[in-house]
Structure formats: structure tokens, C-alpha cells
């Protein structure tokens, strides 16, 4: 081969190399968090790291508590026997937002860690307050309680999922203002009849407060509301959201 023509083939796959990294980290050289895409540039947040993982947060103070301001995306595995395991959470099958920042769906199980409280499909568990279930130490699975606090600090029901919906990746103009910084992604949830829904349309996430045997509380942002719901309940073989509260 003519070695112009060699060298010129050398530069074109050196120069897309060099692409390639800087579209992966960033011109810096450093890694990119694409979770900034779903983030008010306008929030300061901190950050913590889980150990177990080692993965990265950002995090954020509203009112007097301090929320992950990312859905949590840690794999539990298998655990546990009959009905107490928590061999179920999944990685988000969305298409409107990263899956890098989409986080894990979790069944209730998972999200209290059945292992060590006892709280599976069947059977009421009463686990001591707070409930660090699956997330960090340090942070736990927030109660509807501690929901009712976050949502009166944001003005309320009325506004919140207009306030806490993050700015991009709702279907139909759905998106919020995330004026506190909360970016609520809407990556559905995991049906218990084996499917991935609404995506696009829906952010839910698991309170640590049960309802009865097979039902535990939740709230529900939707693409088209403005309001968010704080008492709504659902089986809890259905994988939801996650977003843990400091300590």
C-alpha cells in the first residue's frame, strides 16, 4: 500500500482515538458524571460515596434533610429464602434517560433489606426506625413521614412534582423546574408481571412504610401532574425507585 495513503490511515485512527476519549472523560482527561445531564447547573451539591461499591452521588440539603440527588444504583445480588429474599432489583430498561444514571428498580424486600429486617412480600415486619434497608450507611430508606417533610419544604403535594421532577427526559413538555435540586428521573418501574413500564412518564420511589401484608407506601411523580402523590400504596414485588436520606 502506497505509504501516503498508510499514514494518512494512521492519523484518521489516531485522531478518532483521541475523539473517543475526550467524548468518554471530558477535554480534561477526567472522568465525565452523566448524571450532569439531568442536574440544575443552578443547585450546588455535595457528594458521598458508597463503600460497598464505591460509586459516586451527588447529594442534596433541602430543608433540614439531605437526599441523594441520584436514584441509587447499587446490586444487592441474591439473598434470603421463601419470601423474605431479595433476589430482585433490576437495571432500568428506559430509553429516556442514561441508564448510567437511572439507577436500579427494587422490590420492597430489597429495599429494606429482608435479610436482616424481615420484611418480605407476605407478613407485616416492624424493623426499628430509621430503616437503613439497602442503602449506605449512614443514609437510609426514607419513611412517608420523612416524604411529607420533602414535599412541605418544596411548598407542598400541590407543587411538588412540578419542583422536584428534573429538567429534562419527561415525555410531552412533562419536565419539572428541579428547583431544589432533587432531579427526579422518570425511569417507570419493574411490573411484577415481568415488564418495564412507562417510561418517560413516571418516577416512583419506595418509603420504608407498610401499608399491610403484601402493599407498602410510596410516592408517584407524573409526567403530566404537577402534584406529586405521597399516600399512594403498591405490591411490593414491584420494582421501584430509590432515593435514600442522610442519617
Known sequence: MNHNIVAGLKSVAISFLVGMFFAACGEDGKSVNPNDDYLNPNITYDAMTD???NKTYKTVTIGEQTWMAENLNYDPGKGGSGEAKY???WSCNTKSVNRDVAGRLYTWAAA???VKTGCGYYGKCSPTKPVQGICPNGWHLPSLD???VL?????GESTAGKVLKSQTGWLDNGNG???FGFAALPV??????GKFLNDGKLALFWSSTEDHHHNSMYVHLDYDLEEAALSDRYYKNNGLSIR????
Request: charged share 30%; with cysteine; net charge negative.
Open 151 to 155: 414535599f412541605l419544604a418544596v411548598g
Open 112 to 114: 429494606m433489606d429482608s
Open 146 to 148: 420523612e416524604w411529607n
Open 51 to 53: 463503600s460497598r461499591d
Open 188 to 193: 417507570g418501574f419493574w411490573s411484577n408481571d
Open 177 to 179: 423546574t428541579d428547583g
Open 87 to 89: 433476589d430482585w432489583s
Open 244 to 247: 435514600c436520606v442522610k442519617d
